[in-house]
């Protein structure tokens, strides 16, 4: 078992910066692909960028040059810097983890950007 724990969502003005953070507890060792996900209300979940164990990473077009994602093995921990945004980005944020035994997903965060 793998439990994820969000945090650094809140409210900010459209053009500011937040930084969410997940971290994994629990199998920590099997974890492979770690990722974050967003669902705003009414629209299905999507993906907003992953990262593999050896940094590899993947974003949404509607995200790039605005997020980064980072990761530290070391701590075990997986972070999501957002730059510029845009009330579009509103949503609840999931972090999830892959690992051999299936996928794990946090609680989420919610995250508001007003106009």
């Known amino acids: 078992q793998v439990q994820l724990v969000e945090s650094g969502g809140g409210l900010v003005q459209a053009g500011g910066s937040l930084r969410l953070s997940c971290v994994p507890s629990?199998?920590?060792?099997?974890?492979?692909?770690m990722g974050w996900y967003r669902q705003a209300p009414g629209k299905q979940r999507e993906l907003v960028a992953t990262?593999?164990?050896?940094?590899?990473?993947n974003y949404a077009d509607s995200v790039k040059g605005r997020f980064a994602i980072s990761r530290d093995n070391a701590k075990n921990t997986v972070t999501l810097q957002m730059n510029s945004l845009k009330p579009e980005d509103t949503a609840v944020y999931y972090c999830?983890?892959?690992?051999?035994?299936?996928?794990?997903w946090g609680q989420g965060t919610q995250v508001t950007v007003s106009s």
């Open positions: 629990g199998l920590i060792f099997s974890i492979g692909i």
């Open positions: 999830k983890a892959t690992t051999s035994r299936g996928n794990y």
């Open positions: 990262i593999t164990s050896i940094g590899i990473t």
